[in-house]
T-cell receptor, first 114, second 113 residues
Framework: GESVGLHLPTLSVQEGDNSIINCAYS??????FIWYKQESGKGPQFIIDIRSNMDKRQGQRVTVLLNKTVKHLSLQIAATQPGDSAVYFCAENIKGGGADGLTFGKGTHLIIQP | DAGITQSPRHKVTETGTPVTLRCHQTENHRYMYWYRQDPGHGLRLIHY???????DKGEVSDGYSVSRSKTEDFLLTLESATSSQTSVYFC????????????FGNGTRLTVT
C-alpha cells in the first residue's frame, strides 16, 4: 500500500496493552473533533467524534478525551489488537466553518508488538 | 465501508494529459469532497460540493476542476496533469455541513510521469 506519511510519530505498544494517541489542535474556536484510522492502502475510517460541549466520549474499546484548556485531544484504545495497527489522525472543525473547514493532522503510526 | 466507490484505483499518466477521477456514492449524502494526501501533509481539500451543480474551492484547488451533475457522482478533473499532482486522491461524503463526520473512499493513486 501507499505510504500515508513519512517520518510520522510512532507509538509502539504490546498486544493487549492500552494505547493512548495524542493530538494537539490549533484553534481555540474549534468545536467538533474527529478521530480517523487509516490502514495501508485504504481510505481514512471514522472511529469516533466529540463536540466541544463534552470532555469525554466512549465507543467500543475506544475513548476520546478533550481538554479545551490546553487544546488537546487524545484517543485511548483498550486492549490493543493486531488489527489496530494503522495511522491515526485527528481532525478539527472550527465553529461555523462547516465540513469544508475541517483541518486534519498528519497522524501517528501505531505499531502493535506481539 | 460507507458506499463510496472511487475509480480508477490506480492510474499512471503523462504530464500534460487530462485526467478525470470519479467518485460514486450510494448514501444519497448532500456533501461530497475531494482531498489529496501526500507524505508530510495532512489531508488537503481540493474542491467540495454542497449539492448538484453547487461546488466550491478548497485549500489546494489550482489545476483542478470538479463537476457534479447527479447527487451520486462527483468528478475531479486535472485539465493538464503535472508531476506535482502525483498523489493519492480521496473522495469523501457527509450528511451535513457541520458536526457530522466525513466518510472516505479507498482512494485513487495517481502517478504523473
Amino acid at each position: 500500500g501507499e505510504s500515508v506519511g513519512l517520518h510520522l510519530p510512532t507509538l509502539s505498544v504490546q498486544e493487549g496493552d492500552n494505547s493512548i494517541i495524542n493530538c494537539a489542535y490549533s484553534n481555540s474556536a474549534s468545536d467538533y473533533f474527529i478521530w480517523y484510522k487509516q490502514e495501508s492502502g485504504k481510505g481514512p475510517q471514522f472511529i469516533i467524534d466529540i463536540r466541544s460541549n463534552m470532555d469525554k466520549r466512549q465507543g467500543q474499546r475506544v475513548t476520546v478525551l478533550l481538554n479545551k484548556t490546553v487544546k488537546h485531544l487524545s484517543l485511548q484504545i483498550a486492549a490493543t489488537q493486531p488489527g489496530d495497527s494503522a495511522v491515526y489522525f485527528c481532525a478539527e472543525n472550527i465553529k461555523g466553518g462547516g465540513a469544508d473547514g475541517l483541518t486534519f493532522g498528519k497522524g501517528t503510526h501505531l505499531i502493535i508488538q506481539p | 465501508d460507507a458506499g463510496i466507490t472511487q475509480s480508477p484505483r490506480h492510474k499512471v499518466t503523462e504530464t500534460g494529459t487530462p485526467v478525470t477521477l470519479r467518485c460514486h456514492q450510494t448514501e444519497n449524502h448532500r456533501y461530497m469532497y475531494w482531498y489529496r494526501q501526500d507524505p508530510g501533509h495532512g489531508l488537503r481539500l481540493i474542491h467540495y460540493s454542497y449539492g448538484v451543480k453547487d461546488t466550491d474551492k478548497g485549500e489546494v484547488s489550482d489545476g483542478y476542476s470538479v463537476s457534479r451533475s447527479k447527487t451520486e457522482d462527483f468528478l475531479l478533473t486535472l485539465e493538464s496533469a503535472t508531476s506535482s499532482q502525483t498523489s493519492v486522491y480521496f473522495c469523501a461524503i457527509s450528511e451535513s455541513r457541520a458536526d457530522s463526520p466525513l466518510h472516505f473512499g479507498n482512494g485513487t493513486r495517481l502517478t504523473v510521469t
